[in-house]
């Protein structure tokens, strides 16, 4: 659940805080309420041997992140470890590491244990799908690139599928990561810039809306005559 400082029903989303909050399983009634310091919706928490790890986001470009370790039967915070960018992913158990993924591409492993920084791998075009883990192996997706499997131990790169279609235009790598970018890392980034994005569907269209009011100017271009994108008024 979240809520904010004062409790106020209409707040800003810089001011929204999260609880974790651990109920009995019989009788369904609250045992402990732990406050986080950010909130993110779609963010759950992740339990094994007694411990609640969750992460969250902070601010309203998503500057900051933190995980917490909690012990399931009293609530009380065992660890805590903070990212300089806010956490996009509900954390991951991968044997003795707790895997998790921030908003500019680094993906961290922290000891279950002590919360202590195991590795941290950085996806050169960013996140483009959440992380999960099975038989030693960390799946995580890179935006418009592929997926990029880890070793859950030592965070060494283990394999990568195909990539994503990129634009077939000779001589483009000059203008990646400058004038033509496939992800956001940062809204700030765009600031009083002149944008062109192109595609139809949810990521396209939700950042030409995010990005109105920070660019100068916003351009979204469809090949087809209608979005593929959801329509939140159905």
Not at 75 to 87: H, N, T
Not at 198 to 221: E, F, R
Request: hydrophobic content about 40%; aromatic content about 12%; charged content about 20%.
């Amino acid at each position: 659940c979240y809520g904010s400082e004062d409790g106020g029903a209409s707040i800003e989303w810089s001011e929204l805080t999260g609880f974790l909050v651990g109920f009995d399983e019989a009788t369904g009634e609250e045992q402990w309420r732990f406050r986080l310091s950010g909130f993110y919706p779609t963010i759950s928490p992740a339990y094994t041997d007694g411990i609640v790890v969750i992460a969250d986001s902070q601010g309203t470009e998503y500057d900051k992140g933190t995980i917490y370790a909690v012990d399931a039967t009293s609530g009380a915070e065992l660890w805590r470890f903070q990212a300089p960018s806010g956490f996009a992913s509900t954390p991951v158990i991968a044997g003795s590491n707790v895997v998790a993924a921030t908003w500019d591409g680094s993906v961290y492993a922290l000891d279950l244990e002590t919360g202590l920084e195991r590795w941290r791998f950085t996806l050169q075009y960013g996140l483009g799908a959440l992380p999960a883990a099975h038989a030693g192996i960390v799946y995580v997706g890179e935006y418009l690139r592929g997926v990029v499997a880890l070793d859950a131990v030592t965070g060494v790169r283990k394999d990568a599928w195909a990539e994503a279609n990129r634009i077939a235009v000779e001589g483009v790598e000059r203008f990646e990561g400058n004038a033509l970018v496939y992800f956001v890392k940062e809204k700030s980034q765009f600031a009083g810039k002149d944008l062109l994005i192109v595609g139809g569907g949810d990521s396209a269209v939700d950042w030409a809306i995010n990005l109105h009011g920070v660019a100068k100017s916003t351009t979204l271009i469809h090949r087809r005559d209608e979005f593929r994108a959801h329509d939140p008024a159905g």
